[in-house]
């Protein structure tokens, strides 16, 4: 007998919850963002610094960055059709990768330029940084890790994968503002090389970000099973029932930030049809009480194999 039936969760209101928190966020990051990037490329070209400029259109791709993440996440949020009956989750995920690539292709840009620059060779023309350069430098460095945190902690908070791209993506450009400020003070201290050589380090942390982004969604995207952690619970939540004698096969998949369960359980062959249908609603509901983010449970029931 097989036992196929998809999760039954009243969606109404954690999908509002869902949404509301991914706006207020987005919305907080982009202004964040916006403020950010013009007093950071004001401060690069009035202290004529490159690695302040460069770290500028860092945060300036962080606007598209994020206006990429809310599109995903509402596509993400809408409800299965006929043409989608497992939903639209993994739209999330698409939204991850084309973040993933705006990052790489910003950094690339970044660390050619500064390549050019340390390669030259002549040094003595490069322009020393002035004080408004540090400042800024500073200043990044404290908005931006106020924004990873504050980003984080509300994507766990939703567990949206999108949003904590996102999250990891401002955490960069707090390490890019580092070295940033390391390269600007190195070039006042009268290695004017240092502000290229900073740049290049913010290249770097650019593409790790951009690599991790990618990996996470793509894994997502390919039916990625769980950790065996989570394997092991759902294992011990099924064999707390005294029906079930023991489970042939168990198979999870990550389907955007949900979780899909393929079990095939054993039972007493004597069984009438009804009676293992029962037990498999009651495996069913067990473990969609105890795993939030399963979404999908199908139960197959075998009958167990007779001893001696």
Not at 38 to 57: E, Y
Not at 271 to 286: D, P, R
Request: proline share 2%; with cysteine.
């Amino acid at each position: 007998m097989k036992k196929d039936k998809i999760t039954k969760i009243d969606n109404n209101a954690p999908d509002n919850d869902f949404q509301k928190v991914a706006d207020k966020v987005s919305a907080v990051t982009i202004a964040g963002n916006l403020v950010l990037s013009v007093f950071k490329l004001m401060a690069g070209v009035i202290a004529r610094s490159n690695a302040m400029i460069s770290d500028a259109v860092h945060s300036a791709s962080d606007v598209f960055s994020t206006i990429v993440v809310i599109i995903g996440i509402k596509l993400a949020a809408k409800e299965a059709d006929k043409e989608h009956p497992y939903g639209h989750e993994r739209l999330e995920c698409v939204a991850a990768i084309i973040l993933a690539m705006v990052l790489f292709t910003t950094g690339l840009g970044i660390g050619l330029g500064a390549l050019r620059n340390i390669l030259s060779g002549s040094y003595s023309d490069l322009q020393v940084p002035g004080i408004l350069a540090l400042v800024a430098a500073v200043v990044s460095i404290l908005v931006k890790e106020a924004m990873f945190w504050y980003t984080k902690i509300n994507a766990a908070r939703i567990d949206s994968s999108a949003l904590m791209a996102d999250a990891w993506h401002h955490r960069s450009d707090a390490f890019s503002s580092v070295g940033a400020l390391i390269g600007i003070g190195g070039a006042r201290l009268g290695f004017p090389v240092m502000d290229s050589v900073a740049s290049l380090v913010i290249f770097v942390f650019i593409v790790k970000a951009a690599y991790d982004i990618f990996k996470d969604a793509v894994d997502k995207m390919v039916d990625h099973s769980c950790d065996e952690e989570t394997e092991k619970q759902i294992y011990e939540c099924v064999m707390r029932n005294a029906e079930v004698m023991g489970i042939d096969s168990l198979h999870t998949r990550i389907f955007g930030n949900k979780i899909y369960v393929d079990i095939e359980i054993e039972v007493d062959e004597s069984y009438t049809l009804k009676k293992s249908h029962e037990i498999a609603e009651e495996v069913h509901e067990n473990i969609e009480q105890d795993f939030s983010k399963i979404k999908h449970i199908m139960v197959h029931v075998n009958p167990a194999k007779k001893q001696g």
